[in-house]
């Protein structure tokens, strides 16, 4: 196994664990205020972890280069997130976190003609199997009174993924492209969140928008640093030369398969022979994408 690979799985449970909490934490809860305590506490989780482990990254050793590409991270980030979290607070995380994690197939199209990732038959194959899981999930969605195309949470989850694909592209850039130092560009990343979430919650307060209820929750806290984890884990995954952005993506996703029954356990999801049959499409395409290179 390649070491890049190690540092993928390893994000990949982060991740895991990152989605069960998150569910817990928007559930029926106001989205920007979530997002903005989560995000503060993985800021400064990490900025605690780099003193621990003697990473000096004070302001002074920041370039300007680390901190315009970093800050536009937070901004792609941020949007992906705002539309994820929108669908999540009333989508089943059986459906929501598997919209989600069809956005590899979407890295794999840009990757093509941008980085020159061309994929083999067989991955072309897999990437057929990841887009047939995501429609059988609109099967699965409307035996839950769910209409795939016209809900809008779905389409929130839809948006959220696409710009997750564009996140992944702009890392492989930072990271093997532009070769920036990882710790900093994450330092200057999160930091970058925790400004953009400060703003949308106060220009929605402003403007009057999305008064929902805000309850604070436990597992609030562990949002943001189960997070800051799995991207510190595959940020060194993927600074490694040559590692493919295209599968890196699609490994990291496999954390769908390990909230999928503890996800459906926890909050009582049903319908789940459905979705398990759409869950093995994306999974057999996955394996199909990761495996066959």
Known sequence: MENWTSWV????????????????????NAVLPVLLASTTFGFAAYSVGLLVTGHSCSPSEISSTVLSLGLAKSVIVGTSWVFTFCALRTLP???????????????????????????????????????????????????????????????CAIAGAVFSAISSIWDKYL?????LPVEQVQLVFQAGLVAFYALALAASRTLHLGRDAFEWRWTIPFVGILLAGADWLYFKGL??????????????????????????????ETNLVRKGIALASIVLGVALLCLCR
């Open 175 to 179: 990271f093997q492209v532009r070769a």
């Open 93 to 155: 995380i059986t459906i929501a976190t598997p919209i989600r994690a069809s956005s590899p197939a979407l890295v794999l199209l840009i990757a093509i003609p941008l980085y020159g990732e061309m994929p083999s038959v067989l991955q072309g194959i897999g990437m057929a199997a990841v887009f047939a899981g995501y429609f059988a999930f609109s099967w699965a969605g409307r035996h839950e009174g769910i209409d795939f195309f016209r809900n809008r949470a779905v389409w």
């Open 239 to 268: 600074a490694y030369p040559g590692a493919p952005i295209s599968a890196a993506s699609l490994m990291r996703r496999f954390s769908v398969v390990l909230t999928f029954l503890p996800g459906a356990r926890f909050f009582h």
């Open 9 to 28: 799985l390893a994000s990949a449970v982060f991740l895991a664990l990152y989605d069960i909490v998150k569910k817990a934490s928007v559930n029926a």
